[in-house]
């Protein structure tokens, strides 16, 4: 039983101790191996590797691929005519010598790009005071790039300490003026429409005034106008009455008295609950006792 036991342990500390030598290095990784602190072997090549266990050598991992660093400044840059400008922009950036990488910059991708930003800004400001803000914006920000992307591959290959990167492309993403300076130009934009707008609504209103008093004074003539011929519409229907009034009362008279008569009386008990005091005797109801007008009508 002893003896099993003795081998399963043997068993566990050789897998144990085979584990810490073998290491896997991954397609997209650089491993680095380290002996005692120093850089013993870098493998650039994925598959199964061998080391010696801890603490005599130790591995770490380091990314190879295309690296992308945004600029995360807000700080305005003045260009050659003092406009400050807040640029946008990112860089493409690999590490190319792991070995100079750690001994020049740091142990992961993080201390690299933090070096990297700070020589990024510097070149963009360095190169944006030398151009006007009609040049950052026209075909000439190709240039400004070019020029950054060279400024800074100097820097990381420097002959002394080379950063063990390579810089594949430099890009600006936006290019606008300062916070400031951009209320401001909306504060213009804004007060210049609001003036436009009101001259419109003056000119508006003036021209609406005038076709008013337009319509007003056209609607006087054609209501005059409409009076006039109604006036005399009526003035010659009044004549035609009056005339065959005349007309038809002289043929017969006591028939034309006994008409007006009765008229009268119809006006004068237009409603229901009118009352009316009259002298029987008086001649309004003449026409009621008179029998002439029976004899007049054979």
């Known amino acids: 039983m002893n003896r099993i036991g003795f081998i399963l342990s043997s068993l566990l500390v050789a897998l144990a101790l085979a584990s810490s030598m073998l290491f896997v290095v991954d397609q997209r990784q650089f491993g680095v191996v380290f002996a005692l602190g120093q850089i013993k072997t870098v493998i650039t090549e994925p598959g199964l590797n061998f ?3 801890p603490p005599f050598q130790n591995v770490s991992y380091i990314d190879k691929r ?11 840059t003045l260009t050659a005519e003092k406009q400050r400008v807040v640029i946008d922009w990112y860089v493409r950036w690999r590490i190319s010598d792991p070995s100079a990488y750690i001994r020049n910059v740091g142990l992961d991708e993080r201390a690299g790009a933090l070096q990297l930003n700070r020589v990024v800004r510097n070149s963009f400001q360095q190169e944006v005071n030398k151009r006007t803000v009609s040049e950052l914006l026209s075909t000439r920000r190709e240039d400004l790039m070019n020029d950054v992307k060279r400024e800074v591959l100097a820097a990381v290959r420097g002959a002394e300490k080379p950063w063990g990167m390579d810089v594949v492309d430099v890009r600006i993403t936006r290019v606008d003026y300062a916070e400031t300076i951009t209320k401001s130009v909306y504060d213009r934009m804004e007060a210049e429409r609001k003036r436009v707008a ?27 106008e409409a009076y006039r011929k109604a006036q005399e519409v009526k003035g010659q229907g009044d004549a035609e009455a009056a005339r065959a009034y005349a007309e038809a009362f002289g043929r017969d008279p006591a028939f034309a008295q006994f008409y007006r008569s009765l008229e009268a009386y119809k006006a004068s008990f237009a409603g229901k609950s009118d009352v009316m005091v009259v002298d029987p005797s008086s001649d309004f109801f003449k026409a009621m006792r008179s029998s002439t007008v029976q004899g007049g009508g054979k």
């Not at 295309?66 to 995360?72: A, G, I, K, N, W």
């Not at 009101?198 to 005059?224: C, F, P, Y």
């Open 51 to 53: 080391k010696l266990p």
């Open 66 to 76: 295309l690296l992308t660093l945004e600029s995360t400044d807000t700080e305005p």
């Open 198 to 224: 009101n001259e419109l609504r003056s000119t508006g209103a003036a021209e609406g005034e005038k076709i008013r008093a337009d319509a007003d004074r056209q609607r006087e003539v054609i209501v005059a």
